[in-house]
């Protein structure tokens, strides 16, 4: 398993520097983004080793593009979703009962509608866009990692050196500061990656069913809408756009369960 996380980490090291570094102006990849229809579709080879795509475009240099925008947008709802979660958690632990209570039914309100429908139905009042991705990602992100620190926080409450804490007086700012603070942020470390993987998921499910990144930009899922309609005369736009994604998420997920069993 020590060989798998190290190759885990060289493919996402691998893999998103060449991302930020294509992102670079004038890195001199400019010309294999531009429109080249006698090129449209071409077949993978020694210099263009995932082909191009219906425009005559690089495959492997949009796959480049395509990744480092989604990793933003699954990176950005990722902080915010742990950094809620964190605050969410930690103050919710220490309310009165009742509305304790009323901040667990909620998060389970939530939680019993899938992300995806709240995300349809915000799309067809906004129309696609880096709003509505955003917005689903952390209706899909936020609200599950709300509601496992907030039971984290509760069961850490019980035991018996914070209720030591608490007979002789300490506050509840320094058992939120002494004892809830580090205890999520280690929780954090550990769901970080698992949680950056399933972004990253949902934001190519919700591009590929026209709901997320605007008409026109690319994003993984953008990349899929377009090779499904090759599937048999261009696989690879497909494979170019799909293994990049698949390796990624496989590899969050070993780092993930490496952490978890550490």
Not at 72 to 81: C, H, K, P
Not at 167 to 190: D, Y
Not at 197 to 226: M, R, V
Request: hydrophobic content about 55%.
């Amino acid at each position: 398993m020590i060989r798998a996380k190290a190759l885990a980490i060289f493919w996402l090291v691998m893999w998103f520097g060449a991302a930020l570094l294509a992102k670079i102006p004038f890195s001199g990849n400019e010309a294999d983004l531009e429109f080249n229809l006698s090129q449209a579709l071409a077949s993978p080879a020694l210099t263009h080793p995932l082909g191009f795509d219906a425009f005559g475009r690089d495959l492997f240099q949009l796959s480049l593009h395509a990744s480092a925008t989604s990793a933003l947008f699954a990176l950005v709802a990722t902080l915010i979703a742990l950094t809620g979660g964190v605050l969410f958690g930690a103050s919710g632990s220490l309310l009165p009962h009742a509305l304790k209570q009323l901040a667990r039914k909620s998060l389970d309100f939530l939680l019993g509608f899938p992300s995806l429908l709240f995300a349809l139905g915000w799309a067809a009042i906004r129309g696609p866009g880096w709003s509505t991705l955003i917005f689903a990602l952390l209706l899909g992100a936020l609200p599950p990692v709300s509601r496992l620190l907030l039971l984290r926080c509760e069961e850490l409450l019980q035991e018996e050196f914070v209720s030591a804490a608490q007979s002789v007086g300490a506050s509840r700012f320094r058992i939120l500061h002494t004892h809830l603070l580090p205890f999520l942020l280690s929780l954090c470390r550990l769901k970080a990656p698992n949680l950056f993987a399933h972004a990253l998921i949902a934001e190519a499910t919700l591009s590929f069913l026209g709901i997320g990144a605007p008409i026109g930009k690319d994003t993984w899922g953008s990349l899929l809408i377009q090779g499904k309609d090759y599937l048999l005369e261009a696989p690879h736009l497909v494979i170019g756009a799909g293994l990049p994604l698949l390796l990624t998420v496989l590899s969050l997920l070993i780092i993930s369960e490496e952490q978890t069993h550490a």
